[in-house]
């Protein structure tokens, strides 16, 4: 499925099988997650896509050899920028990305650079697994950086979320959901996830919390996170792009209160997370889709229609 122009639907097209460069491994692609990312590529809202383009980020693919790997966001880097050689490759300038600098997995074959491949864990079925590839992996960045938070907010109850509530809730901690103000269904979502309360999300919770993660990209939602914090906490703002933040008092922000973005990923964070995922366990919902029904996947996913992630199974 082949983004030819933005703001324009895919295109089904027969493309000859890619041949895999000095580096790469060749995958037949078994499953492709859909990401709200690939959403703002469509959309126009990423402004930069190699053009005409395969997106997809969340590969799950079986190796010419017969390794099952996973293909994720950070599809190659320099290697020898500041930010590289300090433990921060998600922060390379030259970082080249998986579905958006180069050609992804919503096609029946996929090239990747091998030393930015996982291993998929065992136990996890192609398309359950797709999932973790990037709303897993974004997801465990942003609750890292959530630090030890006892008392964490969740904005947005979509594919990141689902997976983040897990993990949280096996560490102990204690959730409360927000969602779109009148979403029953988002809201059911999330007390059967573990969140001990659900309200919209211009509501405020019974307690402050200690962390938010906001997941849903309105920017109206950071200072209405702010504002449900306690002393000393922080937004985490886990998405790529987000509608501009209306401006609000400092009053919010003081008490040392925080913002901050989570971008992209390193390749620790997809070795920690997977090795983390099957031992939580964690179990992600899936809605399967067809490869030319790319679109509809798409489209359910801009009418926030999912139930936890959409996924297409070649
Ligand atoms: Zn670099
Ligand atoms: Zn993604």
């Known amino acids: 499925m082949v983004l030819s122009r933005q703001r324009e639907p895919l295109e089904l097209r027969d493309l000859p099988v890619p041949e895999p460069a000095a580096g790469q491994v060749r995958l037949r692609v078994l499953a492709c997650g859909v990401c709200r990312t690939d959403l703002h590529i469509v959309d126009g809202e990423l402004t930069r896509p190699k053009l005409p ?20 966001w950070l ?21 080249r990305f998986t579905g958006y ?7 029946e074959y996929a090239v990747a650079d091998e030393r930015f491949c996982f291993s998929i864990p065992e136990g996890y079925p192609d398309l359950q697994a797709a999932p973790l590839l990037c709303a897993g992996l974004i997801g465990y960045r942003s609750l890292r950086f ?29 959730l409360f959901g927000f969602v779109r103000p009148g979403d029953d269904a988002a ?3 999330a007390l059967e ?4 309360w659900v309200g919209a999300s211009n509501e405020k919770p019974p307690e402050e919390l200690d962390a938010a993660i906001v997941f849903a990209p309105a920017g ?9 914090l306690a002393k000393g906490g922080t937004v985490v703002c886990a998405g790529i792009h987000m509608t501009d933040i209306p401006s609000f008092p400092y009053e919010l922000l003081w008490g040392e209160r925080g913002v901050r973005s989570v971008a992209n990923l390193t390749r620790r964070d997809g070795e920690e997370f997977l090795a983390l995922a099957p031992r939580v ?24 229609e999912i139930r936890g992630a959409a996924v297409l199974r070649l």
């Open 53 to 72: 383009l395969v997106p997809g980020h969340q590969i799950v693919g079986v190796a010419d050899d017969g390794r099952r790997l996973g293909v994720p």
């Open 75 to 95: 599809g190659w880097t320099d290697g020898t920028c500041r930010y590289c050689t300090s433990g921060r490759e998600n922060l390379c300038d030259e970082a």
């Open 101 to 107: 600098d180069l050609d992804g997995g919503y096609a």
């Open 146 to 174: 959530a630090g030890d938070a006892e008392r964490l907010g969740l904005y947005g109850f979509g594919a990141s979320a689902h997976i983040v509530a897990q993990v949280a809730r096996d560490q102990g901690r204690r």
């Open 187 to 189: 809201r059911t979502f």
């Open 193 to 196: 996830l573990g969140c001990e």
């Open 220 to 228: 109206e939602l950071v200072p209405a996170a702010l504002a449900a």
């Open 281 to 304: 366990p964690v179990r992600t919902e899936v809605e399967t889709y067809a490869l030319e029904d790319a679109n509809e996947a798409l489209g359910r996913l801009r009418r926030g």
